[in-house]
């Protein structure tokens, strides 16, 4: 169970449903952050809202965004984070696209100050699989955007921490070096979708999936027959994912 189940249940006479039923979901990126209202199915309830990542990316600058996407959003219970970089429990220890002050920045808990709601933060990549995946097999879940992210499931039980955007894959140079934005921005669409098709023959080579979902902001620019097990997932399962880090740990492995 939650440990938020208690919070909402101060109400002796209402009829509500005693979990808390708003979560406010934000998607941090490198390039936009966005932020919308889940029902308690995690159906939106608003309109995602979106400002542009602050540059320089500071810890600041970067909360101060999210507070007030939040104000804008309205009333919530509960917040979730997805964050490009590693977490773990609500402590930053990577973050490749955004400013260099952030390791060891205790997310959560800041945010948590801030809004005055319990607040989880996990991998941005693991939120957007956590809102594709079906719970069979071998998922393996990549986004491209600014960086290059990656989660691996194995039926429905996520395998933490996978940061395949480092990894070399062409010579010397990285999956987010080779497919990610400025990537993309450089060689263009048509080499880039070139590159993309190899990434995929190599990774269904090497982790044997069940399915490969690819998501993330260019996934849109995505120009390939890519075959009946790799499926093309919209942007906003960054933010609907959101509500399945309100699930127990022990059933996901790593919402925070
Ligand atoms: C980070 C990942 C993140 C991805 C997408 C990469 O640079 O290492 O943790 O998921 O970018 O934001």
């Not at 919070?7 to 941090?28: E, G």
């Not at 395998?159 to 060689?187: R, S």
Request: with cysteine.
């Amino acid at each position: 169970m939650s440990r938020l189940s208690s919070r909402s249940s101060n109400s002796t006479f209402s009829q509500k449903p005693l979990m808390p039923v708003t979560t406010l979901a934000v998607d941090i990126g490198g390039t936009g952050i966005k932020a919308i209202l889940l029902d308690a199915e995690g159906n939106p309830l608003t309109e995602r809202s979106r400002v542009r990542t602050p540059r320089p990316a500071t810890p600041q600058a970067v909360v101060a965004a999210v507070v007030k996407l939040a104000g804008e959003q309205g009333m919530f219970d509960r917040v979730s984070v997805g964050f490009p970089g590693v977490v773990r429990q609500g402590v930053v220890h990577t973050a490749p696209n955004l400013d260099g002050s952030w390791q060891g920045m205790e997310l959560a808990q800041v945010l948590e100050k801030l809004l005055h709601k319990p607040v989880r933060v996990a991998n941005d990549a693991d939120v957007q699989g956590l809102g594709v995946i079906q719970g069979r097999g071998v998922e393996l879940v990549i986004t491209l955007g600014t960086g290059v992210g990656s989660a691996l499931f194995v039926d429905g039980r996520l395998v933490p921490n996978l940061e395949l955007a480092h990894h070399p894959f062409h010579g010397d140079k990285t999956y987010e070096e080779e497919l990610g934005a400025a990537a993309l921005h450089k060689v263009g669409k048509k080499k880039w979708n070139h590159r993309l098709s190899r990434a995929v023959a190599v990774l269904s080579r090497v982790f044997n999936y069940d399915v490969l979902y690819i998501g993330g902001g260019n996934a849109k620019k995505v120009a390939l027959d890519l075959g009946p097990n790799v499926k093309l997932v919209s942007n906003m399962a960054g933010l609907l994912g959101g509500i399945a880090c309100w699930q127990s740990p022990d059933e996901q492995g790593r919402p925070d």
